[in-house]
């Protein structure tokens, strides 16, 4: 029996210059179990991403803020919180980094992204008097409520699924995967992961990015 996946999108479907693999589009719409897409980016990405792969959408997105399967819709965390933050983060002259239009957290529920060209220092300064924490994914850093957290998505959806989160593999490169592995029954970290994801995975794979994902793929479907 082939497993059920839980894959990260940055750093774990795409190649080293960002771009989702294409080899993406052939390998998951074949895969034979349920696939559940967990990122840190805002919900409407992993649902593009499903809907352009012609998979059902089973998504985790924002760190497990948000959590869309089977037509069950459900929000965690307070961006509200994360706004005010950002503001003092504004006053004390940090700036997200995403320019006016800001597409990174226009349509983001439940927490603020800010690009890694941000004060970092300054966002946990302000992050601290908030009591919330900064999950840096090597593409982003997320202001977001702590206790928030992929795995806990990653159960709900098995749950409605009618499957135990341990049937799950899952598959990540980076700190906020690290619950996901956890949850998971057994966990893959890529090649380029840091240092938390090597940490926490079950397995590392030799290759980066999508080539160390497709090696699992290609091991667990033998
Ligand atoms: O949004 C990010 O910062 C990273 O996204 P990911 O969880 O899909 O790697
Ligand atoms: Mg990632």
């Known amino acids: 029996m082939v497993p059920p996946l839980a894959l990260d999108i940055d750093g774990t479907l795409t ?7 294409p080899r993406v589009f052939e390998r998951l719409p074949e895969w034979p179990a349920p696939i559940v897409i967990a990122t840190g980016k805002s919900f409407p990405y992993p649902v593009a991403l499903c809907h352009f792969l012609g998979i059902p959408e089973r998504v985790i997105a924002e760190n497990g803020g948000v959590v869309c399967a089977d037509d069950h819709l459900a929000f965690q965390g307070d961006r509200e919180v994360a706004e005010a933050a950002i503001e003092l983060f504004g006053e004390r002259g940090g700036d997200l980094g995403w320019g006016d239009a800001d597409t990174t957290n226009r349509w983001r529920e439940s927490e603020i992204a800010a690009s890694m060209d941000a004060d970092e220092d300054l966002l946990r300064e302000v992050a601290a008097e908030f009591d919330l924490e900064v999950v840096d994914t090597g593409y982003a850093y997320h202001l977001k ?12 959806v098995a749950d409605l699924l009618g499957l135990d989160p341990s049937a799950f593999v899952a598959v990540g490169d980076s700190e906020n995967d690290v619950s996901l592995f956890e949850t998971a029954g ?3 970290a890529v090649g380029n992961a840091d240092d938390r994801a090597l940490a926490a995975a079950d397995h590392v794979t030799d290759a980066s990015y999508f080539d160390g994902t497709l090696s699992v793929l290609e091991s667990i479907s033998e």
Do not use: F, M, N, Q
């Open 15 to 21: 190649t080293a210059a960002h771009r989702i693999d």
């Open 145 to 156: 409520t702590p206790g928030v957290e992929k795995g806990d998505g990653l159960a709900a």
């Open 186 to 188: 057994e966990s893959y």
